[in-house]
């Protein structure tokens, strides 16, 4: 039965691809436009712009800017005034000019969506700019009963996915809620100038409302953050479903919200993450012989990446949060497996600006668009064991990582680059 539900999972995964907003055989890149650190730099607008011609040099197609509104987190992530868009990462204006700096590159930009909690404004419940009433607080918030709270009134009803202790959780089964949202999505972020969305902390409320939310923007691209535990194989897993449960809750998630929105592959992400510290690459082939992320069940609707702002550090290895990185010598065999496999790649801006990475990467990019590789790109891997990694991507591209020595079977294949571990081929002719 287990084998029927994924199947099926995929069947429904086939036909919500022909009503959804994400584009099929997708060759855009996306660059993340910040890391944890950015908002501490108090100008963080000018210095993107300040690297505009780079960013569009380099070929990114779409870039994902920090959280825009004002809140009580340095970092933007504890929402408060969702309609004031002076930050730590600059003002209004600072943005606005940015934006549109990025739109005359031929840039579209996401915006960071934090919609599943919100902090009030002087006190626990008081929402202003837009102002809600306390049925926008979900019933089973800690706000209710904690030490200290100053809450009263009607509660909303109870949370649709997982609590979130550090602010309130955002009841969006009201219609006052939202509809509020939709008027900041539509005309403040909109108005200033974004294209689409970037959702933060998805799993903690239900899919369909980012349905919801899509279908009353319209935005130009969408992506959901849906990051649960991995549990590897052979490491205390108590389920051996594993990774397949966990790609199983990512294509949950994309059908929840009516295939309109991608998700980050996190599945991909933590096998990386085990396959780099282990140099074991077995853990990246499933039993069908594809990747085993979401990008094999589901790839124009994955967003695959190397690290993030939580997952990953910042400036260097040692800064930043660190929660979940790829090991700091292993980064660019993990931008060789992202950069030419099917997916939606995103790049991380410390990375590409900081780690002084940014020629490898951009020359993995132009090799992305010169082959036309895209979202789904078909993966043939020709080896995954422990030391070495070998697939072909679209008979056109041929990658390794490891400490084994592999190249690619035939005539015609130009070695293109190559690292501590890893290198990429193409076929001329």
């Not at 990774?243 to 199983?248: E, V």
């Not at 660190?322 to 790649?345: E, F, R, S």
């Not at 790109?377 to 490891?402: E, F, H």
Request: glycine share 10%.
């Amino acid at each position: 039965m287990k084998l029927q539900c994924l199947a099926l999972s995929v069947l429904m995964a086939t036909a919500f691809n022909a009503q959804a907003d994400i584009p099929e055989n997708n060759t855009d890149i996306l660059l993340q436009g910040f890391h944890w650190t950015s908002a501490s730099y108090g100008n963080w607008y000018t210095q993107v712009a300040a690297n505009a011609d780079e960013i569009a040099d380099a070929g990114f197609d779409m870039i994902w800017l920090p959280p825009p509104t004002q809140a009580s987190s340095d970092e933007g992530y504890l929402p408060e005034q969702l309609n004031d868009l002076n930050s730590n990462y600059g003002t209004e204006t600072e943005l606005a000019s940015l934006i549109t700096t990025l739109h005359n590159k031929g840039i579209e930009v996401l915006a960071d969506v934090v919609i599943n909690h919100r902090n009030g404004t002087g006190s626990w419940c008081g929402f202003a700019n837009p102002s809600w009433s306390t049925q926008a607080i979900t019933s089973d918030d800690e706000a209710w009963s904690a030490s200290g709270s100053d809450c009263s009134g009607t509660a909303g009803n109870a949370d649709s996915g997982d609590g979130y202790s550090a602010a309130r959780d955002i009841d969006h089964s009201q219609s006052f809620v939202q509809t509020s949202i939709e008027d900041w999505m539509n005309s403040t972020l909109k108005g200033v100038g974004f294209d689409g969305w970037r959702y933060d902390y998805v799993k903690g409320y239900s899919g369909s409302y980012v349905g919801i939310y899509n279908n009353a923007t319209s935005p130009s691209f969408s992506v959901g953050e849906y990051w649960s535990t991995l549990c590897y194989y052979n490491n205390s897993c108590s389920d051996g479903s594993y990774p397949n449960a966990h790609r199983q809750l990512l294509m949950n998630w994309i059908d929840a919200t009516g295939g309109t929105s991608a998700v980050f592959d996190f599945t991909t992400k933590g096998l990386l993450n085990r396959a780099l510290e282990t140099y074991d690459y077995s853990v990246l082939k499933d039993s069908d012989g594809k990747p085993q992320g979401a990008i094999g069940w589901w790839p124009s609707h994955s967003v695959t990446f190397v690290d993030n702002h939580d997952t990953g550090p910042s400036e260097s290895c040692s800064s930043g949060q660190n929660y979940w990185p790829v090991p700091c010598d292993k980064v660019m065999q993990a931008y060789a497996y992202v950069l030419t496999h099917p997916g939606i790649p995103s790049v991380y801006y410390a990375h590409y600006f900081n780690w002084n990475l940014g020629s490898q990467i951009k020359g993995l990019m132009a090799l992305r668009k010169a082959q036309g590789l895209n979202s789904n790109s078909t993966v043939t891997i020709d080896t995954a064991k422990q030391g070495l990694y070998a697939a072909y991507i679209d008979g056109k591209v041929a990658m390794k990582m490891g400490s084994t020595s592999w190249s690619p079977s035939g005539s015609n294949w130009t070695l293109y680059q190559s690292g501590n571990d890893w290198a990429v081929w193409y076929k001329a002719g």
